[in-house]
Each structure stands twice: as structure tokens, then as C-alpha cells.
């Protein structure tokens, strides 16, 4: 499920960053470089994750947990969640401007980059809402 889930994640960008960048719904010269970028940032994801975490995969870059891994009721379990998290959104953004922008240089890379960070806002908000109902609900 998670790999359907990061496809769509990468449609979404793609469709996004298209709007923004060229006003249409969805621009084949984009799809490329912002597949190219959610490889990558995926692939740092996984190795940080499994780096910090001994092996697990994903508990970092992209953290799917549930109630059973993070403690809701915990203030100290949340707050470590949290910073993981940020931290994610962080490299996450990183990676993809940068990648973004040298594969979409012609587009400005203000706009790149503006568009990048949008893209991924709208899309870890849906993305986790999503993932973390489901996950809160059904794994408790």
C-alpha cells in the first residue's frame, strides 16, 4: 500500500507543479524531473531511515506508524514522532528543490522552488491525513 500511495503522491506533485509552472493540468516535461526527485529523496529516505533506525524501513524519511509504534497518549512518543517528521519534511524539500531545480532550471528556480514547496505541503497534508487515519484507526 505504501507504494501505491507514494505513486499517487508523485501524480499529485506532478499535477501540481504543472499548474503552477505552466498552467496546464498536467505538463509531460514536468513529470520526469519530479519523478526523478521522489526516487531520490525516497531513496535517502529509506537509507537514513534504516541507517537510524537498524534496519527498519521508513520509520524516518517518511514515517508510517500507528498507535502501536507511537504512543498518542505519550507526550514524549509524539514529540520524538514529531521532530522525525519535521526533519523528513525538511530533507524532503531539500533534495526535491534542489533536484528540481537543476532539471527544470529553464522555469526560473524561484519558481521551482515555489512550486516544489507547494506541491509537497498539499501532498504530505493529504498524504498523512490519509495515511495516519487509517493507520490510528485500524492498528490500535
Given at each position: 500500500m505504501g507504494w501505491i500511495l507514494m505513486v499517487l503522491v508523485v501524480v499529485a506533485e506532478v499535477i501540481i507543479m504543472s499548474e503552477i509552472l505552466s498552467r496546464r493540468t498536467f505538463n509531460p516535461r514536468i513529470l520526469l524531473p519530479v519523478s526523478?526527485?521522489?526516487?531520490?529523496?525516497?531513496?535517502?529516505?529509506?537509507?537514513?531511515?534504516?541507517?537510524?533506525?537498524?534496519?527498519?524501513?521508513?520509520?524516518?524519511?517518511?514515517?508510517?506508524?500507528?498507535?502501536?509504534?507511537?504512543?498518542?497518549?505519550?507526550?514524549?512518543?509524539?514529540?520524538?514522532?514529531?521532530?522525525?517528521?519535521?526533519a523528513a519534511f525538511i530533507g524532503t524539500l531539500i533534495i526535491e528543490v534542489l533536484i528540481n531545480g537543476l532539471l527544470m532550471k529553464s522555469r526560473g528556480f524561484k519558481n521551482v522552488m515555489r512550486a516544489t514547496i507547494i506541491a509537497n505541503v498539499i501532498t504530505y497534508l493529504v498524504a498523512c491525513f490519509i495515511l495516519y487515519t487509517y493507520s490510528f484507526i485500524f492498528y490500535n
Open positions: 526523478v526527485s521522489n526516487i531520490a529523496s525516497g531513496l535517502a529516505g529509506a537509507f537514513v531511515s534504516k541507517t537510524l533506525n537498524e534496519g527498519w524501513m521508513l520509520v524516518v524519511w517518511f514515517p508510517w506508524v500507528s498507535s502501536v509504534e507511537v504512543n498518542p497518549d505519550s507526550t514524549e512518543s509524539l514529540a520524538q514522532f514529531v521532530v522525525y517528521f519535521v
